[in-house]
């Protein structure tokens, strides 16, 4: 899944437009850390933001309910879920 894909569930569980606009991530990187991101952290986080917005961001697998116990639901699942904490309190 690509930050474009997870921008598209969240349009359609919000019933309105959201669109994904990448950001450099070099930018990215040199603003976190000026803003008090430990460096070596804010390295890391590119690399994995690299990853999904390329869409080789991890593959569903079981680890969750091996460790859990209880099964993973899908990111349309937890949007669903968590709609009261992202979308704008006049319009969910």
């Known amino acids: 899944m690509t930050f474009s894909d997870a921008a598209d569930i969240m349009a359609g569980v919000a019933d309105r437009p959201i669109t994904y606009h990448d950001v450099d991530r070099e930018t990215w990187v ?26 080789r961001g991890t593959q569903p697998n079981d680890v969750v309910q091996t460790v859990t116990g209880v099964p993973p639901i899908s990111f349309r699942e937890y949007a669903t879920r968590t709609k009261h904490a992202w979308m704008p309190t006049g319009n969910r």
Do not use: H, K
């Open 30 to 55: 040199r603003e976190s850390i000026a803003a008090g991101l430990p460096a070596d952290y804010a390295s890391i986080m590119r690399l994995v933001t690299d990853d999904i917005a390329s869409g």
